[in-house]
T-cell receptor, first 116, second 114 residues
Framework: NAGVTQTPKFQVLKTGQSMTLQCAQDMNHEYMSWYRQDPGMGLRLIHY???????DQGEVPNGYNVSRSTTEDFPLRLLSAAPSQTSVYFCASRPSPGASSYNEQFFGPGTRLTVL | DAKTTQPNSMESNEEEPVHLPCNHSTISGTDYIHWYRQLPSQGPEYVIH???SNVNNRMASLAIAEDRKSSTLILHRATLRDAAVYYC???????????????FGKGTKLSVKP
């Protein structure tokens, strides 16, 4: 298994540009989520999904959109990038309750985004 | 969400044991104690979790106080590769929906000296 993969690894945007951060997992996990991590801080939840077609907001959802059309993919869209969105973005997935390793959440390697 | 308190940083010598404390005085009866760590420039990774009894796995041990208001992550022999930020997180047992979200604090930054 490749686990949780994220693309791109690095991205530089200008203020006002839009882009999509890609996240995919090949473990058939129902739950997926997006976090951002600012320097010296812990991770903050942006959006999450408990299954295909179901998404909900986390702690810091403003400026971001998500959709979940398949179990495998959970893209994060920045609608109009702002310097305050400069951060490292992590995607994560975990199995449903009752599945093996259901207590573990698996994280991708991150996307480092800079908005100028 | 129940909150955890951890020291900002700790230092250890290589090949010595490390005890990373976590206080969670408002823990509820159904909250599991989870530990994750984040190596430099990587995403967090699961370390261990427990409810009431002490737990061991290949990475670490988790010692939980009898009143569950505190816990300690134990690395038995620290290596340079264990230098990371360690997060203590509480999560409800029945974690359907938003209850399954992990709420990260700032964690403890562990430095390991050769």
């Amino acid at each position: 298994n490749a686990g949780v993969t994220q693309t791109p690894k690095f991205q530089v945007l200008k203020t006002g540009q839009s882009m999509t951060l890609q996240c995919a997992q090949d473990m058939n996990h129902e739950y997926m989520s997006w976090y951002r991590q600012d320097p010296g801080m812990g991770l903050r939840l942006i959006h999450y999904s408990v299954g295909a077609g179901i998404t909900d907001q986390g702690e810091v959802p403003n400026g971001y959109n998500v959709s979940r059309s398949t179990t495998e993919d959970f893209p994060l869209r920045l609608l109009s990038a702002a310097p305050s969105q400069t951060s490292v973005y992590f995607c994560a997935s975990r199995p449903s309750p009752g599945a093996s390793s259901y207590n573990e959440q698996f994280f991708g390697p991150g996307t480092r985004l800079t908005v100028l | 969400d129940a909150k955890t308190t951890q020291p900002n940083s700790m230092e250890s010598n290589e090949e010595e044991p490390v005890h990373l404390p976590c206080n969670h005085s408002t823990i509820s009866g159904t909250d599991y104690i989870h530990w994750y760590r984040q190596l430099p420039s990587q995403g967090p990774e699961y370390v261990i979790h427990g409810l009431t009894s002490n737990v061991n796995n290949r990475m670490a041990s988790l010692a939980i106080a009898e009143d569950r208001k505190s816990s300690t992550l134990i690395l038995h022999r620290a290596t340079l590769r264990d230098a990371a930020v360690y997060y203590c997180i509480l999560r409800a047992e029945n974690y359907g929906g938003s209850q399954g979200n992990l709420i990260f604090g700032k964690g403890t930054k562990l430095s390991v000296k050769p």
